[in-house]
């Protein structure tokens, strides 16, 4: 069976990390070969940008962009590119799209920008799938905030993250590889979701 590359996009709170655990208890139980992994992070370089991203002094927007595509370009790299190459799913938590709602939206950076450095780094390669949580805002960040205090991006305010969320649904409508799930249901409706969107790549991937 051909490696996929799977992301779950999203703004916070929305049940990604939770979900993500759902997704592997799938890809064990169909005896699919994967790896998890997470942006910005993945590689020690990418771990270590990370670190100054969230929890770090004042980190200017355009220098926020670029550390977001330096961890990528690693990442890619090191870790996505192998891992598909050798027929294993990749399951990652945020990519490229996270870019384009939080630099672009949230921080309203230029999209064109966004777009040259995708190119950069990726050029063509996309996800074979995007699995976008979606709730409101009030929803996302009540969730998230049960987990402890917030970090550098997550003490944004309530504009930012409705910018980051129109963001994401806008880019959902532009593309089908992406699939925008109702993360308001209740954890067994998302799940079922989430499943029968991975049933369908499973029979793609066989053929
Ligand atoms: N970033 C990232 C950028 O700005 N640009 C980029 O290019 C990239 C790649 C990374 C940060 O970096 C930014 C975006 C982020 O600010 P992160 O590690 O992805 O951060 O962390 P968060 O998005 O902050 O993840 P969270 O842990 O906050 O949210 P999750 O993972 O979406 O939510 P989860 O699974 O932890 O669930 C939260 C709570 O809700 C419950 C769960 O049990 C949990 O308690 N829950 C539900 N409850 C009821 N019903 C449901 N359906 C539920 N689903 C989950």
Redesign the pocket.
Known sequence: MAGKFITIE??????????IEFIKSWLTQQNIEFITT???GGTELGEQL?EL??HGGDVCSSA?LLM?FA??AQHLEQVIKPAIAQNKWVIC????D??Y???GG?RQLQTHVISQLEQLVHGDFQPDLTLL?DAPVEI?RA??A??GAA?R??AEDLSFFNRVRDMFLNRAKQAVRFSVID?????DS?QADIQTRLNQLKTEAAQ
């Open positions: 999203g703004i916070e709170g929305v049940g990604k990390t939770t979900n997470r942006e910005p990370r991203l969230l926020e977001m961890s990528r938590d945020r990519f490229t996270s870019t709602a939080y630099q949230g949580l996302g969730r998230a049960k987990r970090d991006i997550e993360a308001t249901q209740s954890l998302v």
